[in-house]
């Protein structure tokens, strides 16, 4: 198993009103660390926990269009 470090950009919203000369768009700049699942062209899938089973917990998908870098943390045998 591998454990990565994901640095990827979200979408950020604004309730309520505001107005229209002060508005300044936002992007939430995020960290996601966890087990990589799988990584394609057009994703990456990490969980937040494994099992002895191969079974999976919590996973999240991250479109490859958000990723700003993946960094290998950890591989981890067994």
């Known amino acids: 198993m591998i454990v990565v470090k994901v640095d990827w950009d979200d979408s950020c919203d604004v309730s309520g009103w505001v107005r ?9 700049q995020c960290t996601t660390v966890g087990f990589l699942v799988k990584k394609t062209k057009d994703y ?19 479109p490859r269009k958000c990723v700003k ?5 950890e591989a981890i045998h067994g």
Do not use: L, Q, Y
């Not at 494994?50 to 999976?56: A, I, P």
């Open 20 to 28: 229209k000369s002060s508005f300044e768009p936002e992007v939430s």
């Open 69 to 73: 870098t993946i960094t290998i943390m």
């Open 44 to 62: 990456v899938s990490i969980a937040s926990s494994s099992s002895d089973s191969e079974s999976w917990s919590d996973i999240m998908t991250i």
